[in-house]
């Protein structure tokens, strides 16, 4: 069975720094391609990164520069290290596995799995 | 202001049909596939379609998905009460190089 658990998430002053940790069971991380998705407050769903199988990383504009997708193939381990966090990063971080197919021009992305949720305060 | 328009709220009665609209562009619905999500409250989404129509196992037949042109929809026959969630459409935008999600439907089963 495929379960993926965050932990890692709390109050952190504004300019701090926090690490989301995601531990996966059922699947090889570094075999998949890992995404993290935060839903603030009340909002919905934004990508944040995505670290390929080759290890290659994206981050989407809001974050590039402040966070670093990175991951331990010998703990099936996803992390998030946040830095010069601000308060419009206070949200729920889930980790999911993203499945990326190209079909000629056509291309299809999803997240099949998704963690519980870590939920991230930075506070002013 | 999402990339994908999704209208805030719908609402049906138990029993009854229901679909939620997903509007985008020809960089993002036009020409890739496209995601739903459910999210029941308090829980982390669940993925209902991927490639437009296509369901992971376990999802009910009275969910179904569709898509075209510039649009796509998700329906869902023989309400219950069960099915109060957000959803949420996804799909990959050509132009921006990342995923986008819609701002999310909240379905009320009256």
């Known amino acids: 069975e495929v379960q993926l658990v965050e932990s890692g998430g709390g109050l952190v002053q504004r300019g701090g720094s926090l690490r989301l940790s995601c531990a996966a069971s059922g699947f090889i991380v570094s075999s998949n391609y890992m995404s993290w998705v935060r839903q603030a407050p009340g909002k919905g769903l934004e990508w944040v990164s995505v670290i390929y199988s080759g290890g290659d990383t994206y981050y989407s504009d809001s974050v590039r520069g402040r966070f670093t997708i990175s991951r331990d193939d010998s703990k099936n381990t996803l992390y998030l290290q946040m830095d010069s966090l601000r308060s419009e990063d206070t949200a729920v971080y889930y980790c999911?596995?993203?499945?990326?197919?190209?079909?000629?021009?056509?291309?299809?992305?999803?997240?099949?799995?998704w963690g519980q949720g870590a939920l991230v305060t930075v506070s002013s | 202001q999402s990339v994908l328009t999704q209208p805030p709220s719908v609402s049906a009665a138990p029993g009854q049909k229901v679909t939620i609209s997903c509007s985008g562009s020809?960089?993002?619905?036009?020409?890739?596939?496209v995601s739903w999500y459910q999210q029941l409250p308090g829980t982390a989404p669940k993925l209902l379609f991927y490639e437009n129509n296509k369901r992971p196992s376990g999802i009910p037949d009275r969910f179904s998905g569709s898509k075209s042109g510039t649009s796509a929809t998700l329906g869902i026959t023989g309400l219950q009460t069960g099915d109060e969630a957000d959803y949420y459409c996804?799909?990959?935008?050509?132009?921006?190089?990342?995923?986008?999600f819609g701002g999310g439907t909240k379905l009320t089963v009256l």
């Open positions: 020809s960089s993002n619905i036009g020409n890739n596939h």
């Open positions: 999911a596995r993203r499945v990326a197919v190209v079909q000629g021009v056509t291309k299809s992305v999803y997240f099949d799995y």
């Open positions: 996804g799909t990959w935008d050509s132009s921006l190089s990342d995923v986008v």
